[in-house]
C-alpha cells in the first residue's frame, strides 16, 4: 500500500475491514468493538494525517514565502536592468566628453611641441643680434680711441701754432696726421651707421609682423587650450563622479540581491523539512501493513486471540511520535504553541 | 511640524528652502557638505527626515545617502539635483533611488513638489 492509497482511506476504516473479511471468506468475523487493533492503527493515521498536514500547511506557508522572495529578487532585478539602462544612457552622452578630452589632449600636446622649435629659432636670432652688438661697441671703442689721439694732437698742433713761424715744418706733420685719423675716424663711422643699419634690420625682422602675429597666435591658442584644459578637468571630475556614483549603486542593489538569495536559500533548504517529515510516515506506514497483514491473516485462520496484535498496533502511534520527537527542535517553539517544540532544519 | 537636516553646497538654495520649510513650521538644520551634514546626523535620531543635494565636492549627496541608511535604515531621505554638465538629474536620482532614497526632486521645483516629496517620505516613516 503506498501513501496515496493510504491516504485515499476513509474515516470508518475499522467497519470497511469488518465488511471486506465477511466477503472475503467463510471465517468467523470479530465484532467492530473488539477490533482494538485496528483501533490503534486508526490513531496511527490520525497521527500521520494530522503531521502530513500540518507538514502541507508548512510547505504552503513556505512556498508562498518563496513566491515572495523570488517576486521581491525579480523586483530588484528589474530596478538593476533599468538603472543600469539610465547608466547606459548617461555613459553615452559623456562619450561626446570623452571624445573632447581626447581632441584636447591631442591638440595640447601638439602645441607643447612646437613650444621647443620657436624657442631655439628665437634663441638663434638673439645670439646674432647680439653678436652685432659685440661688433658695435668693439667699434665704438676703436673710435674713442681715436678721438682721443685726434684730442691729443690737436692739442700739441695748438702747441706748435703758437710756436708758428718758427717750427712751421712740425706743424705741417701734425696737421696731417690730424687729417689722417679724421679719415680714418670718419671711415669708421660710416662702418658703424652701416652695422647699425644692419642691426635695425635684424631687429625688425626679429620682431616683425610675422613675428607678432606668431606670438598673438601662440597667445590666442595658450588661452584657448586652457579653457579646453579647465573643460576638461571638469569632464573628468564629472566621469570620475558618475562612475563612483554608478558603482555604489550596484553595489547596494547587489548587496540586496545576495542578501535576498540567501533567504531565498534558506526558504529552499526549509523544504526539505517537509520532505522528512513525509518521509517519516513511511516506515510507520510500513510497521501497519506488517500488523494488518497479520491480522488478516489471523482472522483468516480463524483466530480470535489478536491481543498480541493489539498490543502492538497500539504501540504504532506512540512509536512513531517517539521518532517525530527526536526531529523536534525545543528551540524553535512555534509562536502559535508556546512550549511546544518546533520544527528543526536538517540540511541536505 | 519635522525636524529636517537640510544638505546643500549651493547658499542661496539652501536659504529658499529654509523660507520654504519653515512656512510650513518645520524645523530645520543646515549643513552646506555631505561631511557637516553627517556629523550633524550622528546616529540620526534627532531627525525626522534628510533633504540632500546629490552633486557636492567632497562627499557627494548618493554617498551621504548611503551612509545614512546604514546608520539610520528608518530614517526617509530625499534627494535632490539638477545635474551638472553631462551628469544628468535623472540619473542622479536615479542613483540617489538605488542606494535608499524615499523620494527625489528634481531642480528647479516649488514649494507643491517639496511638500508632495516631504509628504511622501513622511508618509514612509511617520514623523516621531
Known sequence: ???????????????????????????????????????????????MFTELGRAVGLSEQSAMQLLTQVGGLRALSSRLIGYLAEGNKQSEAMQDGIELNSRVIKELAAFVQTLPQQIELEREQLKLLMLEVKGLAEMTDTIRGIARQTEILAINAAIEAARAGESGRGFAVLAGEVRRLATEANELAGKVKDDIGRLVKTVEVNYSGEVEARTRHNEA???????????????????????????RAVSQNNTELD????????????????????DRVEPAMASRHVVLAELIARLRGGQRDTAELDARAAALMPDYLA?????????????????????????? | MAHILLIDDDELLRDTLLQMLELDRHRVTEASTGEQGLKLFGSGSGFDAVITDILMPGIDGTQVI?????????????????????LSPQFNLETATMVGAASQLAKPFGLKDLRAALNKALGVEPVR
Not at chain 1, 467497519?15 to 466477503?23: F, I, N, S, T, V
Not at chain 1, 529552499?268 to 520532505?275: G, I, P, S, T
Not at chain 1, 520527537?325 to 512550549?339: I, L, N, Q, V, Y
Request: with cysteine.
Open chain 1, 1 to 47: 500500500m503506498n501513501t496515496t492509497t493510504f491516504l485515499s482511506l476513509p474515516a470508518s476504516w475499522c467497519g470497511k475491514l469488518w465488511r471486506w473479511l465477511r466477503r472475503a471468506g467463510p471465517h468467523e468475523a470479530l465484532p467492530v468493538a473488539e477490533c482494538a487493533a485496528v483501533a490503534g492503527m486508526r490513531t496511527l493515521d490520525q497521527q
Open chain 1, 221 to 247: 591658442e595658450a588661452k584657448r587650450l586652457g579653457v579646453l584644459t579647465r573643460e576638461l578637468d571638469a569632464s573628468y571630475v564629472d566621469m570620475r563622479q558618475f562612475y563612483a556614483m554608478l558603482i
Open chain 1, 259 to 278: 542578501r535576498g538569495i540567501g533567504l531565498l536559500l534558506d526558504s529552499a533548504q526549509y523544504q526539505d523539512v517537509f520532505k522528512q517529515i513525509v
Open chain 1, 323 to 348: 521518532r517525530e520527537a527526536e526531529h523536534r527542535d525545543p528551540d524553535a517553539a512555534a509562536e502559535s504553541a508556546p512550549g511546544t517544540p518546533g520544527l528543526r532544519i536538517e540540511l541536505f
Open chain 2, 66 to 86: 548611503f551612509e545614512m541608511r546604514r546608520r539610520a535604515p528608518q530614517l526617509p531621505v530625499i534627494a535632490m539635483s539638477g545635474g551638472r554638465r553631462k
